[in-house]
C-alpha cells in the first residue's frame, strides 16, 4: 500500500488520550482547520496541518483530495445486536397506538418473535444479512462494533451467530468484537422452566463458546421479567470463572440492581441505564465500569425518560454513546443519529458526544490503545464528512452527511 496524504479538509477532529472523564476531558477536542493524515502501512504516521505535513511527502505519496470535509476518527459502536432475520415494524404501529414494550413480550412478541424467524434462518442467510449490514455500518463512518449473539437462544443456535458475528470481522472490512448474550432471554420452550434454561447457559453453552472462543465477552438482559439480579450474578459469576468479560444490559426498563451488580463484579461496561440512580452512579464510579447510553433505544420505543448523561458526566464516568442497533428497540446502526439524540435529549455536546462514540467507546472495549482516535501509531481508521464544521454532523439530524470511511488505511466505502 502507497503512502497517502489525506488532505484539503475544513477540519480534522479528534479526542486524544485514555478514557475522557468529565466535562473537561470530554469537551477537550483538537480541532485541525486545514488538517491532514499521512498514512503508512495502514497506521497514522502523522495528524497536523496541511502545511506541516505537505513537505514530509514523496514523489511516490499518493495524495487524496478530501473536498474541504471534516475527518473524523472512525465511530466505535460499542453495543449492537447486529445478527437477526425478520423485522418488527407491527410491534412499532402497535406501541404507538398504546402498546407497551413489555406487554408486547409478554405476548410471544419482541425478542422471542425475533428469535423465532432467526432460528428459521440458515447460515450462510444471516451471513448475507449481516454483510449488508457490514456494509451500512461503514456507510455511516463506523469502524468498528461491538456485536452481541442473542437472537439463538439454544446451543446450537447461538454458536450459529456467534460464527456468523465472526465472520463478519473477518471477511468484511468492519471489525467485529463478538459478545455472547445467549441470556437475552427465556426462549419459548422454557417459559415454565426458567431455571432450566439457566442450568443449560451455565453449563452447556458458557464452557462452549468460551472452548470455541467464540466470544471473549459475556452480556445478560438484567431486569425481573427476564434474568432478575440474583439470578444475573449466578451467571455472570460463572462467565467471569471461564474468563468472559462482562458487558451487561441493566437498568433499562425497571431499576432493578444491575447496576449495582455490574459494579460489584467489576463489568466492562453497563449499558442502558434508563433508570439508573445516584446510587447506581456512584457504584459505577467507584468501580471503573463504563455506562454505555443508547439513546435511540429510548427515541425509537417512544419513551421519555433518557438516562442521566449530565450527572454521568458531572461524577467523571466516562460515558459512552451506542447505537444498539437492533430490530426491537433501536433499528437504527446511525451513530450520527445517535449522536444527535445525545446532544438535544441529554443535553450532551457535540464534543461529548463525538468523544463518547470514538475514543471512550473503543477504551470501553480495552481497544483504546488502538483505535478510537486519530493519534500517530493508531490504525487508520477514520471517516470524512460532508461538512465544514464537526458540530453540524449532529446539527444535521438524520441526514446521512458521510462521503467517504477508510479501514486500516483502505478506502471501504465511498458516495458517490
Ligand atoms: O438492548 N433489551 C434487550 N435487548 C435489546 C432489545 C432487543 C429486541 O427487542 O429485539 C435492547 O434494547
Ligand atoms: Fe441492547
Redesign the pocket.
Known amino acids: 500500500m502507497p503512502e497517502q496524504l489525506w488532505m484539503n479538509t475544513a477540519q480534522v477532529v479528534t479526542p486524544t488520550g485514555g478514557p475522557a472523564c468529565g466535562a473537561v476531558a470530554m469537551n477537550r477536542l483538537t480541532v485541525i482547520p486545514d488538517g491532514a493524515v499521512l498514512v503508512r502501512d495502514g497506521v497514522l504516521a502523522a495528524v497536523g496541518l496541511r502545511s506541516e505535513l505537505e513537505p514530509l511527502i514523496s514523489p511516490e505519496t499518493e495524495v487524496v483530495d478530501c473536498g474541504g470535509g471534516v475527518i473524523l476518527p472512525g465511530l466505535v459502536d460499542a ?1 449492537t ?1 447486529p445478527v ?1 432475520s425478520g423485522t ?1 415494524e407491527d410491534e412499532y404501529e402497535q406501541r404507538i397506538l398504546g402498546k407497551t ?1 413489555k406487554e408486547i ?1 409478554a405476548a410471544g412478541g ?2 422471542r418473535r ?1 428469535v423465532r424467524l432467526t432460528r428459521s434462518a440458515a447460515e450462510e442467510q444471516l451471513f448475507a444479512l449481516a454483510q449488508a449490514r457490514s456494509r451500512m455500518f461503514l456507510e455511516h463512518g463506523t469502524t468498528t462494533i461491538e456485536g452481541k449473539s ?2 439463538g437462544l439454544s446451543l446450537a443456535e447461538e454458536l450459529k451467530l456467534l460464527r456468523v458475528l465472526n465472520r463478519m470481522g473477518q471477511e468484511t472490512p468492519l471489525e467485529v468484537i463478538p459478545t455472547f448474550l445467549g441470556a ?1 432471554e427465556i426462549p419459548d420452550e422454557y417459559r415454565e422452566a426458567p431455571e432450566a434454561y439457566l442450568r443449560i447457559l451455565i453449563e452447556d453453552m458458557l464452557p462452549q463458546v468460551a472452548e470455541l472462543k467464540l466470544a471473549a465477552n459475556c452480556d445478560i ?1 438484567c ?1 425481573p421479567h427476564v434474568f432478575p439480579a440474583e439470578t444475573a450474578r449466578t451467571y455472570l459469576k460463572a462467565a467471569q470463572a471461564l474468563g468472559f468479560r462482562l458487558r451487561v ?1 441493566v437498568e ?2 425497571t431499576r432493578s440492581g444491575g447496576a449495582v451488580l455490574a459494579a460489584e463484579l467489576g463489568a466492562d461496561s453497563a ?2 441505564l434508563e433508570q439508573a440512580e445516584e446510587e447506581d452512579l456512584l457504584a459505577l464510579k467507584s468501580a471503573g465500569v463504563f455506562p454505555v447510553l ?1 439513546p435511540g ?1 429510548v427515541f425509537h420505543l417512544g419513551l421519555k425518560k433518557y438516562p442521566p448523561a449530565r450527572r454521568m458526566i458531572e461524577l467523571e464516568l466516562p460515558v459512552v454513546v451506542a447505537s ?1 442497533f ?5 433499528p437504527s446502526l446511525s451513530l450520527p443519529l445517535a449522536m444527535s439524540l445525545a446532544c438535544t435529549q441529554m443535553r450532551m455536546t457535540p464534543a461529548e458526544a463525538l468523544t463518547a462514540c470514538t475514543l471512550n467507546a473503543a477504551h470501553s472495549l480495552r481497544l483504546g490503545d488502538r483505535i478510537g482516535s486519530l493519534e500517530v501509531g493508531k490504525q487508520a481508521d477514520f471517516a470524512i464528512f460532508a461538512v465544514s464544521d464537526y458540530r453540524q454532523i449532529p446539527y444535521f439530524f438524520g441526514v446521512h452527511l458521510v462521503r467517504q470511511t477508510i479501514k486500516r488505511g483502505r478506502l471501504v466505502f465511498r458516495k458517490d
Open positions: 453495543h445486536h437477526f418488527r414494550y413480550s419482541g425478542i425475533s442473542g437472537y437475552h438482559f431486569e444490559h433499562q426498563l449499558d442502558h443508547l433505544s444498539d437492533n430490530p426491537g428497540s433501536s
